[in-house]
C-alpha cells in the first residue's frame, strides 16, 4: 500500500503568504481611502466605478488566498481548491465590469482590449496553477504565485489610472460655466 504524502507544507509558505497578504490588505486601504476621497466622481462613470471594483476585488483575492492558505490543517488540495474558486469569481468580476466600462459612456482613460487581456490572462495563469497543485504538482503553486505577484502592480495601475480618471473629470468639471 502507498501512503500519499502531501505535497503542500505550510511552514515553507506561510512567511510568503503572510507578506503578500498583508501587502495586499495594505493596498486594500490605500485604495479604499483614496476612493472615498473621490466618491461622487467615481460612482458617476462607468469606467471609474468598475474600476474601483475590479481593483478593490483583485486586492481582495489576493488577500483571501493568502489567508486560506495559511489556516491550519490544509493539504494541496484545499489551498487549490480556494485559490481556484477565488480567482475565478475575482477573475468574472473583472472581466464582466470592464465589458460594462467598455459598454458605458463615461471615461476612456487606460480602457482598452489589451489590458483586459493582460488582467486575465494573469487571473488565467493563476487558475492553471491552482488546477495544477490540485492535480498533485507543486509547481502549481508556483505558478499561481508569480502571477498573484506580478498582478498586484497591474493592480496599483489600475488604481492610478482610476485616480487619473478622476482628476481629468474633476478638472473638466471646474472648466465647465457655472449654472
Request: charged letters at 10%.
Amino acid at each position: 500500500m502507498i501512503i500519499a504524502t502531501d505535497i503542500y507544507h505550510p511552514a515553507i509558505w506561510s512567511s510568503f503568504f503572510q507578506l503578500v497578504g498583508t501587502g495586499a490588505a495594505a493596498l486594500t486601504g490605500l485604495v479604499f481611502v483614496s476612493m472615498s476621497l473621490n466618491l461622487h466622481v467615481i460612482t458617476q462613470d462607468a469606467t471609474h466605478r468598475y474600476r474601483a471594483i475590479g481593483t478593490l476585488t483583485g486586492l481582495t483575492a489576493i488577500f483571501m488566498i493568502c489567508a486560506f492558505a495559511i489556516m491550519g490543517g490544509q493539504n494541496h488540495l484545499a489551498v487549490g481548491a480556494e485559490w481556484l474558486i477565488i480567482s475565478s469569481i475575482a477573475m468574472f468580476i473583472y472581466i464582466y465590469g470592464y465589458i460594462q466600462a467598455l459598454k458605458g459612456t463615461g471615461s476612456k482613460v487606460g480602457l482598452g482590449f489589451k489590458r483586459l487581456a493582460m488582467g486575465t490572462i494573469y487571473y488565467l495563469i493563476a487558475i492553471t496553477g491552482a488546477i495544477t497543485l490540485i492535480s498533485g504538482y507543486i509547481i502549481g503553486i508556483y505558478v499561481s504565485a508569480v502571477a498573484m505577484i506580478l498582478y498586484i502592480p497591474f493592480l496599483i495601475s489600475g488604481a492610478w489610472l482610476l485616480m487619473v480618471g478622476v482628476h481629468q473629470d474633476m478638472a473638466e468639471r471646474q472648466k465647465r460655466p457655472q449654472k
